[in-house]
Nanobody
Framework: QVHLVESGGGLVQAGGSLRLSCAASGMIFSIYAMGWYRQAPGKQRELVATITNDGRANYADSVKGRFTISRNNAKNTVYLQMISLKPEDTAVYYC???????????WGQGTQVTVSS
């Protein structure tokens, strides 16, 4: 059974940085493209970044140049390094398989990122 545990969120001032981690279990992590998603209050969940199983990354326009997605297949973990954070980055952040390729009903609990102005 798939299990995803996101961590690393917190409260940070605008311009600050955070590094999110997502540990996956119950799946053959190394064969899947993975993604980070976020959901702000009152808004739909949106794509932040994806990474293929061999490390090719894509980003939403709103985070390009500020966020970096990476993965460690030996640790079954995907990361999101976030710099130059803005108040509009405030959301609950989730990881999952790349939802443009797969459709998953299961989502982890997410990790809250709050950026103060």
């Amino acid at each position: 059974q798939v299990h995803l545990v996101e961590s690393g969120g917190g409260l940070v001032q605008a311009g600050g940085s955070l590094r999110l981690s997502c540990a996956a279990s119950g799946m053959i992590f190394s064969i899947y493209a993975m993604g980070w998603y976020r959901q702000a209050p009152g808004k739909q969940r949106e794509l932040v970044a994806t990474i293929t199983n061999d490390g090719r990354a894509n980003y939403a326009d709103s985070v390009k140049g500020r966020f970096t997605i990476s993965r460690n297949n030996a640790k079954n973990t995907v990361y999101l390094q976030m710099i130059s954070l803005k108040p509009e980055d405030t959301a609950v952040y989730y990881c999952n398989r790349d939802q443009s390729r797969y459709i998953d009903d299961y989502w982890g609990q997410g990790t809250q990122v709050t950026v103060s102005s």
